[in-house]
């Protein structure tokens, strides 16, 4: 199973894909949003090249694990995405995501201008990480 994460933001979206066997989680790509959200063919290229199963996209909540203001406007793309490329879509808590990317950013030594276009896709597979174990323990429970 091949899931493919979206971290979408206002400008970028980042973008993760999982190993074949469903795994391990990779960052792949960031794009303009907009070629995300209007299925450019950059998108439907990386649909096409890796052939998901799913779609996983982070919604941001509060730190009181409520849906963010920016929840609703991020869960009608990606609701739109996933129609449009007819794949399954499940939603998982990108709270913290981010600011997790730039501390492993950090660690590697980038500076801050060098994170600004990776921050997106790190994130998008530190939450698709997070997707892929909870799913195995699912699996192990079942």
Known sequence: MVAL????????????VSDRTGRVAMPL???PASEVE???R???????????????CG??????????????HIRAIAERVSRACDLPLEFI????SSSEA?????EQGLSEKQM??????????????AWLDSQRRKEDRG
């Open 5 to 16: 994460a979206l971290d979408i933001g206002g400008t970028r979206t980042g973008i993760a």
């Open 59 to 72: 919604l941001p909540q509060t730190m009181a694990g409520e849906e963010g203001p920016q929840a609703e």
């Open 93 to 96: 808590d990108e709270r913290l």
């Open 29 to 31: 790509k960031v794009l």
């Open 38 to 40: 209007n299925m450019a």
């Open 116 to 129: 600004r276009g990776k921050v997106d896709m790190i994130s998008a597979s530190l939450f698709l990480q």
């Open 102 to 106: 730039k501390r492993v950013l950090r």
């Open 42 to 56: 950059t998108f439907r290229m990386i649909i096409e090249d890796h052939e998901p199963d799913v779609i996983v």
